[in-house]
Each structure stands twice: as C-alpha cells, then as structure tokens.
C-alpha cells in the first residue's frame, strides 16, 4: 500500500523560506511523476510543482515560478520543495502526490492525474 508523509510546515514571515519533505512507501514501479498541491481555505486545490519519475520534465505553477523548487531522492524515496521569498498567499496546506498513471506533461500540475496522496502539512506565511 502506497504511504506518503509530509513534513516540513509550519509558520514562517514574508520573505523567508521553508523546505518541505515528501517520505514515498509502498510502490516499486509504474510511478510517473510526483508533484506538490495546496489548498488555502475557501479555495480549490492547486498544483503547485511536479517532476517526472526521470527528472527531465519539470512543472511549476506560475504563481511560484523563481521562488519555489521541486526536487526528488530516489535513494531515500523523498520528494522536497524548496519555498524562498514565501508570501502570505503561499499559506495553504501543502499536499504530497504521486501518480502512476502516464499522462501528457500537460496534465502534470492537475490532480486529475495523481492517484495517491498524502495527509498535507500546513504552511503559514504571515506579513
């Protein structure tokens, strides 16, 4: 069964940085990308970054593109995010997701594809 845990939130100051953390259990193969979601209160949930399985496709929402940066560990099974310059519309809370279904690059920042997903760690960002 395919377990994944974030760590890593919690309540940082406009312009500041947090590193979140991703620990991936439970699959052995047919994984195609991993991604980062979040959802603020009140909002729908959003894709915010994903990379493929081989590292050579990246997706950034543009709404964080220059500030945040995804990157993955297949040695530990972790993926992370890198959050710099965080702003108040950054708080949400942050959700882990892993698909393994093949799907167009396109398709990479919408939960549509992800057919895992992991318990979400809050982010606060205050001004």
């Known amino acids: 069964q395919v377990q994944l845990v974030e760590s890593g939130g919690g309540s940082v100051q406009a312009g500041g940085s947090l590193r979140l953390s991703c620990a991936a259990s439970?699959?052995?193969?047919?994984?195609?990308?991993m991604g980062w979601f979040r959802q603020a209160p009140g909002k729908e949930r959003e894709g915010v970054a994903s990379?493929?399985?081989?590292?050579?496709?990246?997706k950034y929402a543009d709404s964080v593109k220059g500030r945040f940066t995804i990157s993955q560990d297949h040695a530990k099974n972790t993926l992370c995010l890198q959050m710099n310059s965080l702003k108040p519309e950054d708080t949400a809370m942050y959700y882990c997701?892993?698909?393994?279904?093949?799907?167009?690059?396109?398709?990479?920042?919408?939960?549509?594809?992800?057919?895992?997903w992991g318990q979400g760690t809050q982010v606060t960002v205050s001004s």
């Open positions: 439970g699959y052995t193969y047919n994984l195609f990308c």
């Open positions: 990379i493929s399985t081989d590292g050579q496709i990246e």
């Open positions: 997701a892993l698909s393994t279904t093949q799907g167009p690059g396109t398709l990479m920042l919408s939960q549509l594809l992800y057919n895992y």
